[in-house]
C-alpha cells in the first residue's frame, strides 16, 4: 500500500548488499533531489525486466553501488519541475539510461532521471500499458528499426529467438504487424506456441534447432533476417542460416555472452551483425522507438504479453522466476501496491 507523502518520502525496494540470494527489501526512503538535468517522477508503474531480477538477487553486474534501488523502467508523472519541456504533472516514461544501474531506479514510488532520456506518454496510452512495453518494448522497437533499414517485409521469414520472453514477444508483435513473415524460436513450443502465433508469428520452432545445430560455420540459407535476444551458440547459427545481405540483431545473452563462431557468414554472404544498446540509446532514438511502438501496437497486444500486474512486495518474491526462465512475456508493477 503507498506511503508517498507531500515531503516525498516513499517506499521502494532497495538492494543493500551484493550476495547471491533474498538481498532486496522494501524501505521507506527519503524525498530524492532532482540535480541540473534531472527531473523527479512520481512513478506509476515499473516491471520486472531480467536485468532487475539479477539485482534483486544480489547477482553482480547490474548495481553499480549498494544500497540502491532496482528497476530500469519508470514511468510517472513530473513532480515540481519548472523546465518548459517537461511541465509538472507530464506524464513520461524512462527505458535504462541508468536507472537500476546507475543510480537509484524505478521499482519505487519517485525516482529520479535524467530528463534527455525521457520520452512523452503517447497520447492514449495509459501508464501501466507503457511500463508493459518497457525496456523489453523499447528494445524490440531499436530492433526492429536497426533491421528494417535493410530488409523489407518482401524479402523473406525473420527469424525471432528468445521469442516468449519479453524483448522476443514484442518483436514478433512488432514485426507480423509491419508485414513481415515472423518465425518464432523457443524452448517452450507446447506451452507457448498458440500464444507466439496469437502474437504474429507465421511458424513456431524448437529453440534446439539452433542451440544445437552442429556448429557448421555455413547452414542452408533461411532467414531474410533476425532479432536475437539470446547469444551463443543460437547466435552463431542465426548467423549461419541467415541469407546474402542479411540482418541480425543483436540485444541479449539469455543463453550465454559467447560467440562462438567464425567470420564466414559475414564474408561469405554479407550479412550485419547490429549490436543494440537499450540504456545509451540517445533522445532522438528512444522518440523514434516509441513512435513506432505507439503507431504498432495496440492496447490489446500489449496486455496479451503482459496480462499481470503486481505489487512492490511480489516483484521481490517474482525475481528467481524470471532467472529461472519460468515466467512468460512480461510482468507489470504498480508501485503504489
Ligand atoms: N541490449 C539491451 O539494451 C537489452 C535490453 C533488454 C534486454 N536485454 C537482454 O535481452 C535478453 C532478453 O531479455 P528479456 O527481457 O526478453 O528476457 P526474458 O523475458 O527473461 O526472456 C528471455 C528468453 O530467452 C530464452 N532463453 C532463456 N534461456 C535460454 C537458453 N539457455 N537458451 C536459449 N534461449 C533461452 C527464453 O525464451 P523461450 O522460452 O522462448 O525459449 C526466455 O523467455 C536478456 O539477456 C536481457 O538482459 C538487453
Known amino acids: 500500500m503507498s506511503t508517498r507523502t507531500d515531503s516525498g518520502s516513499h517506499r521502494a525496494i532497495v538492494v543493500r548488499s551484493a550476495h547471491d540470494g533474498a538481498v532486496a527489501a522494501i524501505e521507506q526512503r527519503e524525498a530524492p533531489q532532482a540535480g541540473l538535468g534531472e527531473l523527479v ?38 513532480v515540481n519541475s519548472d523546465d518548459p519541456h517537461w511541465p509538472s504533472g507530464q506524464t513520461v516514461i524512462l527505458n535504462g539510461a541508468g536507472i537500476g544501474e546507475r543510480a537509484d531506479g524505478g521499482l519505487a514510488e519517485r525516482v529520479v532521471v535524467p530528463a534527455d532520456s525521457a520520452v512523452r506518454l ?10 508493459a512495453v518497457g525496456t523489453a518494448g523499447f528494445t524490440a522497437a531499436l530492433s526492429v528499426l536497426a533491421l528494417r533499414r535493410d530488409v523489407s517485409a518482401d524479402a ?18 512488432l514485426l ?15 506451452d507457448q506456441g498458440d500464444r507466439l502465433r496469437e502474437l504474429g508469428a507465421a511458424d513456431v520452432i524448437h529453440r534446439g534447432e539452433l542451440s544445437d545445430s552442429g556448429g557448421k560455420p555455413m547452414q542452408k540459407a533461411r532467414w531474410a533476417g533476425a532479432v536475437d535476444s539470446v547469444g551463443s551458440t543460437t547466435l552463431v547459427s542465426v548467423l549461419a542460416q541467415t541469407s546474402y545481405g542479411g540482418v541480425v540483431t543483436a540485444c541479449g545473452l539469455a543463453q550465454g555472452p559467447d560467440l562462438p563462431g567464425t567470420v564466414l557468414p559475414f564474408i561469405l554472404r554479407g550479412v550485419s551483425l547490429l549490436g543494440i544498446n537499450s ?18 501496437l495496440d492496447e490489446a497486444a500489449v496486455t496479451s504479453i503482459a496480462p499481470q500486474t ?23 508493477v504498480d508501485v503504489a501496491r
Open 41 to 78: 517522477l512520481d512513478v506509476q508503474h515499473s516491471s520486472v525486466n531480467f536485468k532487475d531480477a539479477l539485482a534483486m538477487s544480489g547477482r553482480p553486474g547490474v548495481l553499480r553501488s549498494h544500497p540502491m534501488v532496482p528497476g530500469i523502467d519508470a514511468v510517472g508523472t513530473v
Open 122 to 131: 503517447p497520447s492514449g496510452w495509459s501508464t501501466r500499458s507503457a511500463a
Open 156 to 173: 523473406g521469414d525473420v527469424l525471432v529467438t528468445g521469442a516468449a520472453g519479453g524483448v522476443g514477444s514484442f518483436a514478433i508483435r
Open 176 to 190: 507480423s504487424s509491419l508485414g513481415y513473415r515472423v518465425v518464432a524460436s523457443t524452448g517452450r513450443p507446447d
Open 279 to 296: 540504456v545509451d540509446a540517445p533522445h532522438e532514438k528512444r522518440a523514434e522507438a516509441w513512435q513506432l511502438i505507439a503507431d504498432t
Open 310 to 332: 503486481i505489487g512492490l512486495e511480489e516483484a521481490i518474491g517474482l525475481a528467481p522466476d524470471v532467472l529461472a526462465g519460468k515466467v512468460a512475456g512480461r510482468v507489470v
